[in-house]
């Protein structure tokens, strides 16, 4: 193309040009993200496993399993085995219970719970299957309890990452938006819950909420609640710290002005290109977040001082299996089973996060 | 430098602060008191009791008290009317954190004058572990890029952050004390009663130093200055050891901070597993005992072990670093 007709538009070649620049697709964000989280083999897969996993999780009564709480001492650690049977676990059932009757076999489930059991009782009848991972001292069935035990531990992750979001988020956002010296006071405020040893803050707070979780529960306010808050309430600062460095720099970036010049509208400016660009960290942030809690919660419940029974989560099945270990008999279902069960979720988690932060991280874009 | 110190100092006294006016009316705020939940006791007695440990004082005196160095007793200064010749209680500042509420004989000092050099051998010979596993590790995979090895370390080292070490605690113990009996079941006092829980408690650790060494690493490797020694014809080793390595392992000595106060919590569980008369197995049974002192005091003791590490770190980076200007943050 020579000098001359780089500047001579006529109205044909106008045309031409806009023409061709519509025929260039711009990749969003998100697109370009999942096509990186698809090339990513390893992330790829661990996600494939946690959405058959958590939808396996929510399922868990349509499953033919025993109830996690149902106690057989005659039964007690059995090694697993397979087979199965009209084994009449669910003796106390008649053909059509009532939801107090499963209430009374599980503990308090939710309307959702009552429905799929009936699905359950529906589809597979009386049929259940042998101890196929083994029971425990109480006989147990280790499989329903960890089936079970998976939902609590979701469900604990899942709330207390919501709360730390929420908080982080807010926080964050506000003292980005605010700078100045506000901004220094919030973010001197975080650093000082950063030097905080916090889990013993935490170990304090929910033994101070047990002893006194009867007056609670006259307000309505259950311990698991509390505890999704409490987690979540120590999560945050990470996230707070994130999502203001984040503000910030949109906050001062040029090409924000540039869409002002341009014209672009507040609302379009905010949902269109602000919160694109945090949601994306926060995604990533709330990948890493959610094992992190996943284990706290395991680890709170391991030392006793997380979920009560009669509800199971993994981490009272890991403490239940390593007080079973003694010289003389070794009940390795007990260990092992939950063990893996734990490890290959957390693991998952893990692989997703570290994938999403690869295709999602501007920083990484265009580059390998 | 002094002003980042006196700065430090500064967030330091209101970081202190603020933990124990936290956990002291936190605690406080319990309905049932330590001694309530047992058999009746005669009121008589009762009020006694609470007269010793100051319960019947108002809230804002208890908490002055605790603080210290004051000494409100009533019986006078510097206690002439303590029973049994005990030293009376002077409060935090002075370096006292009270009797212990549990243990009746005993100060929350000694308590933790004899647990805390039980966990700090454990956590020194952890930290070690963990750095000679991740360095090493680290490097190794930073060299090898791309290749199987460093494949497989970086899946290890995203299992060991992963995995929970109670988890890989009880598969160690089944396999190693039960099935192959080398090492004792549990206790505490010689070379092999340290191993497996060092081993667990590093682990975490190592896995993250291992990552950051070879990010650091690879950041370093590809700088120009390596390439300068290698074109004077440095032997490899000699540039990764000597050239490579002080860059590559900031981030490492940024992570110290967060990993000392990491294995603190980690001792809480696997000084539980391995029944080890530490620090973090009377944290626990204080929290369940509600031994507020106790629980109170380990808090205290640990928020200012990290807070003074991570300044020791940060001192430490600089020293590395010459770039990072302190005046700066």
């Not at chain 1, 009757?101 to 597979?124: K, N, P, Q, T, V």
């Not at chain 1, 869409?259 to 990948?287: C, K, Q």
């Not at chain 1, 979720?345 to 295709?359: E, V």
Request: charged share 20%; glycine share 10%.
């Amino acid at each position: 193309m020579d000098g001359k007709r780089r500047f001579d538009f006529g109205a044909g070649e106008l045309e031409r040009l806009a023409e061709e620049a519509r025929e260039f697709k711009g990749e969003s964000l998100w697109q370009d993200a999942w096509r990186r989280l698809r090339r990513n083999r390893f992330s790829w897969w661990a996600g494939v496993f946690l959405a058959i996993f958590m939808l396996g999780s929510f399922l868990a009564p349509v499953f033919p399993l025993r109830s996690p709480t149902e106690i057989r001492t005659e039964r007690a650690n059995l090694a697993p085995s397979f087979g199965g049977g009209d084994l009449n676990y669910l003796s106390e059932f008649k053909e059509d219970p009532t939801n107090d009757e499963l209430d009374r076999a599980y503990w308090d489930l939710s309307f959702i719970d009552h429905g799929l059991l009936r699905m359950r009782m529906a589809i597979f009848k009386r049929w259940q299957p042998d101890t196929i991972l083994g029971t425990d001292n109480l006989g147990r069935d280790i499989l329903s309890r960890i089936v079970w035990g998976s939902r609590t531990s979701i469900l604990v992750a899942l709330a207390a990452t919501l709360f730390s979001l929420l908080i982080g988020v807010t926080y964050g956002a506000f003292s980005g938006l605010m700078g100045g010296r506000i901004d220094n006071l919030m973010m001197r405020i975080v650093d000082i819950l950063y030097s905080i040893p916090f889990i013993f803050v935490v170990i304090f707070l929910i033994t101070f909420i047990g002893d006194r979780s009867t007056e609670l529960e006259d307000k309505g306010i259950d311990r698991e609640f509390v505890f999704y808050v409490v987690i979540g309430a120590v999560y945050w600062l990470t996230m707070a710290r994130v999502v203001r460095g984040q503000v910030l720099s949109l906050k001062n970036s040029e090409f924000i002005e540039a869409l002002r010049v341009m014209g672009a509208s507040t609302p379009r400016i905010l949902f269109a290109h602000v919160v694109p660009n945090i949601l994306s960290i926060v995604i990533v942030y709330l990948t890493l977040t959610i094992p992190a809690i996943m284990l706290f919660e395991a680890f709170l419940s391991f030392l006793g001082l997380g979920i009560e029974a009669p509800k199971v989560s993994w981490g009272t099945l890991a403490n239940d299996g390593t007080t079973a270990i003694n010289p003389l008999r070794i009940y390795w279902w007990l260990v092992v089973f939950p063990a893996a069960a734990m490890g290959s979720t957390l693991l998952a988690l893990n692989i997703l996060g570290d994938g999403l932060r690869d295709a999602l991280d501007p920083k990484m874009r265009g580059k390998d | 430098m002094i002003p980042f110190l006196a700065r430090r100092l500064m967030w330091f006294a209101i970081t202190l602060f603020t933990v124990m006016f936290v956990s002291f009316f936190l605690m406080r705020s319990v309905k049932g008191g330590p001694f309530d939940n047992e058999r009746q006791l005669d009121a008589g007695v009762q009020a006694t009791i609470e007269a010793e440990y100051h319960l019947d004082w108002p809230m804002w005196k208890q908490f002055a008290q605790y603080v210290g160095p004051l000494n409100l007793d009533d019986d006078g200064w510097f206690g002439e009317g303590e029973t049994e010749g005990s030293a009376p209680f002077t409060g935090v500042l002075s370096g006292d954190f009270g009797p212990s509420f549990r243990y009746r004989d005993f100060s929350v000092n000694d308590i933790i004058g004899q647990a805390l050099p039980i966990s700090m051998l454990l956590g020194i010979v952890s930290m070690m572990w963990a750095l000679a596993l991740g360095i090493s590790t680290g490097i190794a995979s930073a060299i090898r890029r791309g290749t199987g090895l460093d494949l497989s370390m970086r899946l290890a080292a995203t299992a060991g952050i992963a995995l929970p070490n109670f988890v890989i605690a009880s598969f160690l113990i089944i396999l190693f004390v039960f099935l192959v009996p080398l090492f004792p079941v549990a206790g505490w006092g010689r070379l092999e009663h340290m191993i497996l829980p060092g081993f667990c408690l590093g682990l975490v650790f190592a896995a993250y130093i291992s990552r950051l060494t070879r990010t650091g690493m690879l950041e370093a490797l590809s700088q120009d200055y390596i390439r300068t020694a290698h074109a004077k014809g440095l032997a490899p080793r000699t540039v990764i050891m000597r050239h490579a390595l002080k860059g590559g392992l900031l981030p490492v000595v940024s992570y110290l901070g967060p990993a000392t106060a990491g294995i603190l919590t980690g001792s809480l569980v696997i000084e539980r597993i391995f029944f080890i008369p530490g620090l973090g197995s009377h944290f626990v049974n204080s929290a369940s005992n509600r031994d507020y002192t106790l629980a109170m005091g380990v808090t205290i003791l640990y928020t200012v072990l990290v807070y003074g590490l991570n300044t020791v770190v940060d001192l430490a980076y600089t020293l590395l670093d010459p770039r990072i200007d302190l005046s700066e943050s």
